[in-house]
């Protein structure tokens, strides 16, 4: 590991880091739980140990320190999770940690990227607080939002000019970092060059797009009128060095907290919704942006909740993307409720005209998704003829083959054929067959320690100077008599870490299930064992060592008096006269 790494390693708290991406609880003295991010699990066996910065999940087995987590949950390499991890501390990168001139290039070029869009997102708020801003304020103000409201979400207002952004940016940063930003568009030249640039939006209402950190790296506009001149209703960033659409979850950076607090995320497909949502104060929710989920959204979702409420727009043309969004939450297990809002309103509008309190107690009232399907499924084949049943439990399996869960299949057809009156062996033969295709998840064997092997481990494991000593004794016992530890199931991890001198214990252990036991010994950890402690483990290994050996003398005894051989009876008595000394002398 570079300096600078271990540099990041020692400044990162892995505890803080790891909460980023899911919720933990605390779980013992310097531990702490949640739902494993590397498998699916309903009950925590990803844990965390604040004091020894690792982690350890005993449902799946990996194991590793900050930078392992970070790389496996971003899915990217060594050099890169040090890169994450350093960020997330405020520790500036050196430029030797990029491993290529042009990754630092693109690095410098997003940082500048950033600058320009927290430029312009200042700017567009100051020309919405001034003269030019008068008409969009007062179309806002019709929206509800008050200049509370228009300050959390930094919504600003771009004027009608085409380059009223493009003068106030261009002393900031060059032509092709402008280029690159999305604020801008050109026209092609006659000669396939590039034109000019000037603003992309203009005479609109502007909503920021945030990372996760709560940065802004893109915009939404509204238009402030409608009508062939004013041009689509909505125009957004084109994506850019720091914004991919699929990438981003409206509102994540400012409703993560409130989601895990409300155990549940709330989504809704438009920005205005949410916000409108968010504003009353229902803090959980995130917009969709109005297009099918992608994978990453979910993944990205996965790390807060996996508890959704669902309130999308009932019109046919949300329908579609809306039905690929739950499609896509099912396969990966979450727990999807549907919420409908009376006289087909959408949030925002339900929210206003009825309350918080009447939407609270609708989102409330949320069906469970397979309730709500069996109901659509009637509504859409009603009747009780034989065509219309099949034509109904045709629209439903798709729904159940996708969840994950056996049991939630079971359920799901269980009470779709109750529903629909139709004979349920003939919905579950046809589950039976989907449910073959699917892999069930993976159980590894659990850990399992004697309280010696865990004494022993915490020993070994001692990074505290002050209690040095019981791990001397430990590291004495076991490089001087590995026989006595030999038939441990730990026996691996315990020469491993007697051998460590002055590295971190964590780094000694490679083997999955050698790591899984250690792991197991200092999740519950209170603090280092005392030297007695040691001492008494040791001891105790000792004697049931040399109780064996004194069974085993006593069979080779018995044996050597049944062949009348009295010079091996001789030695083979003196032998267990010597082990029953050492033993009393242990005993004593
Ligand atoms: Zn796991």
Redesign the pocket.
């Known amino acids: 590991m570079s300096e600078f790494a271990q540099s990041v390693k020692q400044q990162a708290d892995i505890v803080k880091i790891v909460e980023g991406y899911i919720r933990l609880r605390k779980a013992g003295a310097q531990n702490y739980s949640g739902l ?1 991010p ?2 699916k ?1 309903k009950s925590p ?2 844990s965390v140990h604040a004091v020894r910065q690792f982690f350890h ?1 005993f ?2 087995g ?1 194991s590793g320190d900050v930078f392992s987590f970070v790389g496996k949950v971003e899915n990217v390499g060594f050099p890169e999770a040090v890169r994450i991890v350093a960020q997330k501390c405020g520790i500036p990168l050196p430029k030797r940690e990029y491993s290529s001139p042009e990754e630092a290039a693109g690095a410098r070029l997003r940082g500048k990227l950033l600058d320009l869009h927290e430029a312009a997102a200042s700017w567009f708020e100051e020309q919405l607080r001034g003269p030019e801003g008068a008409l969009a304020r007062e179309y806002l103000a019709g929206r509800g939002l008050t200049p509370e409201g228009i300050k959390t979400f930094r919504i600003g207002y771009a004027p009608d000019s085409f380059n009223a952004l493009r003068d106030r940016l261009s002393g900031v940063a060059d032509n092709e970092t402008l280029r690159a930003s999305g604020l801008f568009a050109w026209k092609e030249q006659g000669d396939g060059s590039q034109g000019p640039i000037y603003d992309r939006f203009r005479k609109r209402i502007t909503f920021p797009i945030s990372n996760e950190s709560g940065r802004v790296i893109a915009f939404t506009a509204r238009a402030l009128e409608t009508g062939e001149k004013a041009g689509a209703k909505y125009i957004n960033s084109p994506e850019t060095p720091l914004y991919t659409k699929g990438l981003v979850l409206f509102n994540l950076d400012k409703a993560k907290t409130a989601i895990r607090q409300a155990e549940f995320a709330l989504l809704v497909e438009g920005q205005m919704d949410c916000i409108s949502v968010y504003l009353r104060g229902i803090q959980n929710v995130i917009a969709t942006s109005g297009t099918a989920f992608t994978e990453q959204q979910v993944a990205i979702l996965k790390r807060h909740t996996s508890n959704v409420a669902v309130n999308f727009d009932p019109d046919t043309a949300g329908a579609n993307a809306a039905e690929k969004s739950i499609a896509l939450l099912t396969e990966e297990g979450f727990t999807i409720k549907i919420v409908t809002l009376e006289d087909g309103l959408d949030p925002d509008r339900y929210i206003r005209e009825r309350g918080v309190e009447a939407y609270t107690a609708a989102v409330r009232a949320a069906r469970r998704q397979s309730d709500y399907l069996i109901e659509r499924a009637r509504q859409m084949f009603p009747g009780a003829s034989a065509e219309q049943k099949v034509k109904a439990m045709n629209f439903l399996l798709p729904h159940i083959r996708r969840m994950p869960e056996k049991l939630s299949r079971d359920q799901f057809a269980a009470d779709a054929a109750q529903k629909l009156g139709i004979d349920s062996a003939v919905l579950r033969e046809e589950i039976r067959h989907a449910a073959l295709k699917r892999r069930d998840h993976i159980e590894v064997r659990t850990a399992s320690l004697t309280e010696v092997e865990r004494v022993l481990l915490r020993a070994l494991a001692i990074t505290d100077p002050e209690h040095e000593e019981a791990r001397r004794i430990a590291v004495e016992a076991v490089s001087s008599h590995p026989a006595t530890f030999e038939g441990l199931g730990s026996f691996p991890a315990l020469q491993s870490l007697a051998m460590r001198g002055a590295q971190d214990p964590m780094e000694m252990v490679e083997e999955q299930a050698q790591m899984a036991l250690l792991a197991e010994a200092l999740m519950g950890e209170t603090g280092p064992p005392s030297t007695d402690t040691v001492q008494g483990a040791i001891s105790s290994l000792q004697k049931r060592k040399i109780e064996s050996e004194i069974r085993n003398l006593r069979a080779r005894i018995a044996e050597a008096e049944r062949r009348g051989d009295h010079i091996e009876l001789a030695v083979l008595t003196q032998q267990k006269l010597d082990l029953d000394r050492v033993l009393r002398k242990l005993h004593g």
């Open positions: 494993c590397f498998h699990e066996s990803f999940c449902g799946c990996v």
